[in-house]
């Protein structure tokens, strides 16, 4: 009877034994399926925000370097390098014109004198070399400067203010500043839908 029972244990110990074989090889070819199948889902996330993110660089850098291009074009202009007021006033209308996001363009140079426009009042003893877009361009003579973005007081839109010092050819000095609203930028970015429930953010440097 002792032996029989022996041998029975033996043989669900055997069952066991077998079943133990049988399954864990599933379990590990699971468990590899899994991994694998995780791993393919974070290559494929991690693609889809590396492309969204590019295309958003894209049209950020397309976005900036169109109205860097039309700084540029202003301080190599003979008509303005020579402080012809006419043509000072005829290109900085085409540019606001013909671009719905700048909101302000200017020239102030170091004899005080400032073209802007649309054309706003100023109080007569304003200094454009006082302000700080004057000033900021100075320190980078010669180089487009971009400043971070600031809420507009008089329009409460969200924008940047491109510049860039030049030399006339009087031998005085001039900043070219143009006031961008960014609101589209920001809505185009905000938009922007990643998988099904994550989204696109504009974020500075500094974490703002």
């Known amino acids: 009877m002792k032996q029989k029972m022996n041998?029975?244990?033996?043989?669900?110990?055997?069952?066991?034994?077998?079943?133990?074989?049988?399954?864990?090889?599933?379990?590990?070819?699971?468990?590899i399926s899994l991994y694998n199948s995780k791993k393919l889902v974070e290559a494929k996330v991690f693609n889809l925000t590396k492309q969204i993110a590019d295309e958003k660089i894209a049209f950020i850098d397309s976005f900036v370097e169109k109205i860097s291009y039309e700084v540029n074009s202003i301080t190599t202009n003979s008509g303005v390098l020579n402080k012809d007021n006419n043509t000072i006033n005829s290109i900085l209308k085409n540019i606001k014109d013909a671009n719905p996001n700048v909101l302000l363009i200017y020239i102030g140079d170091s004899n005080k004198r400032m073209n802007i426009y649309p054309k706003i009042e100023l109080p007569s003893d304003f200094d454009p070399t006082t302000r700080p877009w004057y000033q900021d361009a100075i320190k980078s003579f010669g180089n487009i400067v971009i400043t971070k973005p600031y809420k507009d007081v008089a329009t409460n839109k969200n924008i940047i203010t491109i510049s860039k010092a030049f030399r006339l050819l009087d031998g005085s000095v001039a900043v070219i500043g143009v006031d961008v609203s960014i609101d589209t930028l920001i809505s185009n970015i905000n938009k922007t839908q990643v998988g099904q429930t994550g989204y696109a953010a504009l974020i500075l440097e500094d974490g703002t």
């Not at 029975?8 to 699971?30: D, E, G, N, S, Y």
């Open 7 to 31: 041998k029975l244990l033996l043989r669900q110990k055997l069952v066991i034994i077998f079943m133990l074989i049988a399954v864990i090889p599933a379990i590990i070819t699971t468990t």
